[in-house]
């Protein structure tokens, strides 16, 4: 067990240490970095005043070097727009991300594995297809799309819910649908596939044929066994999360991560930009490993292929 | 079951209404649209739905909605349609590579893959645009890479296991030279695999395109992307609801559409599949 984490916590630092490796290269690939970073409208012996004092005018692998020892400090420098410590301000957004995320994760998962679980053991009836027929419609309406139409309906017109920003309950209540929407649907479809998929095997109908309650059955059988490629569909789609996060808090002006990346991107802020990917990374990566760490719970079969 | 294939048929014969309205609407824009998509009429700005000549109201430059929602259709099919082609060649490329030939290069590809897949891909193109710059071209670059790795790990895995098929190892006993077990023993196996993703992540790029633009990268205005339309559709929520909702119908229609169609294609080529 301990080998397997030592081995997995290596994999997710290689993961980061490749994702900030692209993304460094990537921005100076493409171009002088010093004009990514600087406003369109300043003069050339300010450039080449910057390039001196960011350092750009350096070989390229003693650049890739200082920016490696920052990050694995945790400096990625200052933000061009903020002035201020790039790796604070994105430490600083993150827990109204993770809050919405929560959030958003709670509705989701509370709205389509009961959808889910009912359209398998009811299957074939109107109970199935309107909650299947929900979740091939859900899963093609677009988020941000669905985010300007109950802007239109909740605040424009009716006036019950303010258009965004983060403040009292009813600040979450749009922004956590919008989110939740980016996964509800597949995650109904595939409780009900995998409720299926147990309901036909032989453990259920062994317990069936001792004559157990329907509920019981259902309960205690069937939805631990079914529960094992949900948790790996929910820890697959954090990363969906994630990155619904940064259309949702665009849309809802959520002061998250996810904006904040969004508008590090529209203004070439890429201290910021590489700070967000590290966090981002890090966090997707460990979330993943807890869903594996879940699996030796939900499936005993698991724990010894982890073991060995 | 009969109810259920019947349901199947339903949906998928739904599916192709709708995908075939969305070509229909990409390809004849030029015949079916009122009016030039890029110019408007500025004394006729703002007009809602059902004013005469424009049925579904104008823009605040007074560009016909309806107008610029049929030539949406050709931006979102083109985009999505050459960034399948370009992940389904480079992916199902490199998956059909290291499935064969294994070794240490199979093993980089995946860790490379995995590494990929360890970032949300909306917001990989999205970084991806950003740094290689807007545009049409851009941004089906951007989606290209951030999206071949679902078939290059699909097709690997297929290789994996078709490569020990008894019709192969014939072939191999038999001499028949690599490059043709390749590609004239393995690929057509491989080939329903990769339509059912090249379907399944069809609607993925088509909705993520229009996200990206949403955002203020990817395409641009004037040109008419649903996703550029919704964005600008922002500022005049309040006054003019058809802005927002009209861009926004036409993509969800056609993403139901093409999930629909490749729903179905999975049930009838492979209905075991999962991505």
């Not at chain 2, 897949?117 to 909306?122: A, D, K, R, W, Y």
Request: glycine residues 10%.
């Amino acid at each position: 067990m301990r080998a397997y984490l030592v081995s997995r916590l290596a994999q997710t630092a290689l993961v980061v240490f490749l994702s900030l490796t692209a993304v460094f290269f990537l921005v100076r690939l493409t171009g002088d970095p010093v004009l990514l970073f600087l406003p369109m409208d300043i003069q050339a012996k300010d450039v080449n005043e910057f390039r001196q004092r960011l350092g750009f005018n350096d070989p390229l692998p003693v650049q890739y070097g200082r920016f490696l020892s920052g990050a694995a400090r945790g400096d990625f420098g200052e933000s061009l727009r903020y002035r201020r410590d790039a790796m604070r301000l994105v430490l600083e957004r993150l827990p109204a991300t993770l809050e919405l995320g929560l959030a958003a994760l709670l509705l989701a998962f509370s709205i389509s594995i009961p959808i889910g679980i009912l359209s398998a053991t009811h299957r074939g009836t109107l109970v199935d297809y309107l909650g299947m027929g929900g979740a091939v419609l859900g899963q093609a309406i677009p988020g941000f799309w669905l985010g300007l139409m109950l802007i239109y309906f909740f605040s424009v017109r009716l006036h019950w819910l303010p258009t965004g920003g983060m403040g009292g309950p009813t600040h979450f209540v749009m922004p956590c649908i919008v989110l939740a929407s980016f996964y509800a649907a597949r995650m109904a479809r595939l409780t009900r596939s995998s409720v299926l998929d147990v309901l036909g095997a032989e453990f259920v109908l062994t317990a069936r044929a001792k004559g157990l309650a329907e509920r019981i059955v259902i309960v205690k059988h069937a939805l631990k066994n079914a529960a094992i490629p949900i948790v790996t569909l929910a820890g697959l789609e954090t990363g969906q999360l994630l990155g619904g996060a940064v259309i949702t808090e665009t849309i809802f002006a959520w002061p998250g991560l996810g904006r904040l990346t969004v508008q590090a991107l529209l203004n070439r802020d890429f201290p910021v930009v590489l700070a967000a990917v590290f966090v981002i990374s890090v966090t997707y990566t460990l979330i993943n490993l807890g869903v594996d760490l879940l699996y030796g719970w939900l499936d005993p079969r698991t724990r010894r292929e982890v073991a060995a | 079951m009969k109810a259920a294939a019947i349901r199947r048929n339903g949906l998928g014969l739904l599916g192709l209404v709708l995908a075939a309205a969305a070509v229909l609407a990409a390809l004849a824009a030029p015949i079916l649209a009122p009016h030039n998509p890029f110019i408007g009429d500025m004394t006729q700005g703002l007009r809602p739905p059902g004013t005469p000549g424009h049925p579904l109201g104008t823009d605040q430059l007074g560009r016909d909605t309806l107008s610029r929602v049929l030539y949406g259709a050709r931006v979102a099919l083109f985009i999505g349609l050459c960034t399948v082609l370009v992940t389904a060649i480079v992916g199902g490329l490199l998956g059909l590579l290291a499935g064969f030939f294994g070794g240490w290069s199979g093993q980089v590809l995946m860790r490379l893959c995995d590494v990929q897949l360890s970032f949300p891909f909306i917001l990989l193109a999205l970084t991806i645009n950003a740094i290689v710059g807007l545009g049409l071209r851009n941004i089906i670059i951007s989606l290209s890479a951030a999206g071949w790795v679902v078939y290059a790990r699909v097709v690997r895995g297929e290789v994996l296991s078709v490569k020990q098929r008894d019709f192969v190892q014939a072939a191999a006993a038999l001499g028949t030279s690599r490059a043709r077990i390749l590609f004239r023993h393995i690929l057509p196996n491989v080939a329903p695999s990769i339509i059912i993703v090249a379907s399944l992540q069809f609607s993925q790029f088509i909705v993520a395109e229009a996200a990206i633009s949403f955002l203020g990268f990817g395409v641009q205005p004037p040109t008419p992307a649903w996703g550029s339309m919704l964005s600008e559709s922002r500022d005049f929520l309040y006054v003019a609801w058809w802005l927002a909702a009209f861009p926004g119908a036409a993509l969800a229609l056609t993403a139901l559409g093409v999930n629909l169609v490749g729903d179905w294609l999975r049930d009838v080529l492979d209905p075991k599949f999962q991505v």
